[in-house]
């Protein structure tokens, strides 16, 4: 008898979750209700699914508001009449128009609009006037007293009732000053919902009607016309788009075609058995699983990234697939790294196997646009949304501004104890904690595209963000619930770097071959490449370059492929965490301790020494060693990376891991030891067929490094960096061979460039200098030349004072002159003005000044690049004034388990926590010689010697080593000073005054 209820995906309004708004009607006798969220369907799907475990028939509907003004209430009669009412809200979204007070004709929908005295529109055979209990003394002064059979039962539920209801109407008030953006004192009675929107019994709704019991007749009948339907886990009955071509038989001819088209390409013109059996397999399964025309679309996708030149990366576990391997969605050969196939898929897997395709940040736009103009023109297609949740720090943000309180008595209320906080401190951390989780807004998958077979607004309304392609209200546990899978469509800079060099290379090097980047089977033999790899040398090479993957390398000595691929696993936190990233360096270092393993989980992971490395092995362990079937194996991995729908159903299977073990008669001590291990780092490590992914592009990225050294920097330069910042990237181009040149007017772009080993910075390096002064000096020097002086520069180029003295602070004028001679001269000329461009033949020369000699100290110049670039091109030790540089990182091996004082220019830092919650550091430095210092600084010297901004530093510690990796445990620390060039010049001063 609910025509109008909210959950909390009426953003900033309703205070009840879909499960709590269910809970409330069933206690009240309800067996049928309607879900009408404010301008949203969010939890319209959700709502259908959870319904039948409450004994509540679901129907949806949509409450059409202007802000908190309500226009009116549409209803679907059933799936077609939701889709009516998703496409006309959608409309809205789209182009941000409000609704008009009367609703147009829909076909599927009913339309209940609200009573107000003075309504007085015609109504539609579908339409009828909503009373509230508070209008039931009002209408029978009003026409409508004589049409009842178009009046109905329209009482908001928006609250819980009961004990709570008015601590939920403040947390609704807090929620509408919060969208308001306005104090709660100064809330405007319109923008909030009556204390009285909250559920009643069925008894005590229809006494407030029972001198009109034809509006609870009306109320009853416009229910019973009503039905929606979904199907919920149904994997053989998918949603995505089920036919790519013409029909299911056209598409798995294509698919064959195409896998035996690839079959040359990748394993030449004579593939062995285990590939054609292994090949057959998959195939099979495929079909079998309804999953031809999600392959079909992701090489329709990849087709055309190839055919526009654009490079990208296909991982996920789809990368244990020969399938994906032949139509080229992936570059990593299954057979060849013995991938497990059953985390690919298996007859119990419910969901497609997953495809993340990485594109350059570049070109995913353009693949974006591409997805949606083929395969959307039936509004078939849609990104998908995700929850922004409110969280602790966010949400006392936000009420601390709803109360009116400064900044920093909001940090106060955020890190004070509660029973130290006055009246309104308590009731923000009372009422944070309840609004915790509570659903904020809407925002953007990193990724998710979905492409169904249905019109999207059959299934949700979509919202139009700035990106300009449309976005589902739901996010992907709830598309996947529904039977819609995603297309992880994404974006990374390692790939910008890569294609950017293959680009450099052909400006800078036009006589070399074209580099197959494709190559990689040659890139993993290559032992240059895995030279590098052994001793880490692989700075802007993808994520092996950060510290921790170096630290991993230098103490797994990985010299081969298939060790990058355990690394890149073996590095994620969780495995760490477990203790079994330690054991398996042992392990791997120690071959006498491989027979520590226990002997089941050495026969199943014979390549790892019986250590859980990939997320496959959660799946082998739980299979082989606890005997659960394969559905519930891959459940328990889903489960340990948070992607489970039932935590119930979660626990169910880890009782049944453990009841396994024990029917095996294995003591609960292993299985609980395994089961720690499962648990620890599931949530974290790759599959390892995304390993092997990652892995491949390292190479790629190491290929161009060792070969192409300066062509690469210049490209990862010009992609913003990697893990360090941009100054360290010039280092290492610097120790690659390269003569570092600042910007200069007559060689320079706006990006970084390179002429055979001179790299030129680029003038989008300077800082505060305009695009449209870098324009235009591009611009006139490719149309009339190099500028041959200062007033050359002057005349052809319109440049104000402080643009001018940018760029003669930076260097880029050098080659007219000392810098101190060049900007008095651009004083002299210009005063405070703008220069001019001369358009005639003859311009007349600028008066040149005499000027006395001007010292000038390179240090100057250091300073300058420093304010203007954000760092030095000198070597940074150049600007300090000490004797002596302290042990150099090359010689630490000499001083193992020694006090040594170091110096050491500042990389990064990396911030973390004990087991007992006190603060430490991880620092990376680099020595005077360029080469890197790693530091740890435990809780007690982080505290008393805290880092203090870029710069260099003195460090004094203990010299530690493990597994062949060097690093400094540092217990003083002490930042030393640049030189103060105006001292030195006044020294200079006193000097010749004498």
Sequence with gaps: MYLNTHTYYSFKYGTLSEEGLLATAQECGINELVLTDINSTSGCLNFVRLAPEFDIRPILGIDFRNGAKQQFVGIAKNNAGFQELNTYLSHHLHNKEEFPKQAPSFKEAFVIYPFDPSFDMKL??????????????????????????????????????????????????????????????????????????VMHPVGKLFEYYKDYPEIIVNTKKLLEKCSIEFQFNDPVNHQNLKIYGESEEDDIRKITELCQEGLPYRYGDNPKKEIIDRLDMELNLIKTKGFVSYFLVNWDILQYARKMGYYYVGRGSGANSIVAYLLRITDVDPVDLDLYFERFINLFRQNPPDFDIDFSWKDRDDITRYIFERFGQNGQVSLLATYSTFQSRAIIRELGKVFGLPPHEIEKVSQTDEKNLDHVGRLIRRYGERLIDFPSHLSIHAGGVLISEKPIHYFTATSLPPKGYPVTHFDMIVAEDVGLFKFDILSQRGLGKIRDTLDVIKRNCPNDPDVDIHNFKSFKDDPKLNYRLQNADAIGCFYIESPAMRMLMKKLQVNEYLGLVAASSIIRPGVAKSGMMREYILRYRHPERRKDAHPVLQDIMPDTYGVMVYQEDVIKVAHLFAKLDLGEADMLRRGMSGKYRSRDEFLKVKDKFFQNCKDLGNTYELSADIWRQIESFAGYAFAKGHSASYAVESYQALYLKTYYPLEYMVAVVNNGGGFYRTEFYIHEARMCGAQI??????????????????????????????????????????????????????????????????????????????????????????????????????????????????????????????????????????????????????????????????????????????????????????????????????????????????????????????????????????????????????????????
């Design 124 to 197: 539609r055979e579908n339409e009828f006037l909503g009373i509230r209990p508070k209008d039931i003394f009002k209408f029978p002064r009003t026409k409508w007293v004589n049409q009842l059979d178009k009046l109905v039962i329209l009482h908001t539920v928006s609250f819980k009732a009961g004990d709570d209801s008015k601590i939920h109407f403040n947390m609704h008030r807090l929620l509408r000053s919060i969208d308001n953006n306005t104090l709660l004192s100064k809330l405007s009675k319109n923008e909030e919902g009556d204390p009285d929107d």
């Design 741 to 994: 040149e600042a910007p200069c007017v007559n060689h320079s772009e706006g990006l970084t460039v390179i002429f055979g080993k001179t790299i030129y910075l680029g003038f989008g390096m300077v800082k505060d200098l305009n695009h449209t002064t870098m324009d235009a000096i591009i611009a006139e020097r490719e149309k009339n030349g190099a500028f041959l002086d200062l007033d050359d520069f002057i005349n052809r180029v319109g440049i104000s004072l402080e643009q001018i003295k940018l760029l003669v602070r930076v260097g880029a004028l050098r080659a007219f002159g000392p810098k101190k001679d060049i900007l008095w001269q651009v004083y002299f000329t210009m005063g405070a003005g703008v220069s001019q461009v001369k358009n005639g033949l003859f311009n007349m020369p600028i008066k040149k000044w005499a000027l006395p000699p001007l010292h000038h100290d390179k240090r100057e110049d250091a300073f300058d690049e420093m304010d203007l670039l954000g760092f030095p091109l000198c070597n940074p030790f150049d600007l300090i004034d000490v004797s002596h540089y302290g042990v150099l990182s090359k010689e630490l091996p000499r001083y193992l388990n020694r006090q040594v004082e170091m110096l050491g220019y500042l990389v990064t830092i990396k911030n973390t926590g004990t087991s007992n919650g006190k603060r430490m550091n991880f620092g990376t430095f680099i020595d005077h010689e360029g080469q890197f210092i790693d530091t740890v600084h435990f809780p007690q010297t982080a505290a008393r010697y805290p880092f203090r901004g870029r710069g260099i530093y003195r460090l004094t510690g203990k010299v530690v080593e493990e597994f062949d990796f060097y690093s400094l445990e540092v217990n003083r620390m002490e930042k030393v000073n640049f030189v103060n060039l105006d001292e030195v010049s006044k020294g200079m001063v006193r000097a010749v005054s004498r």
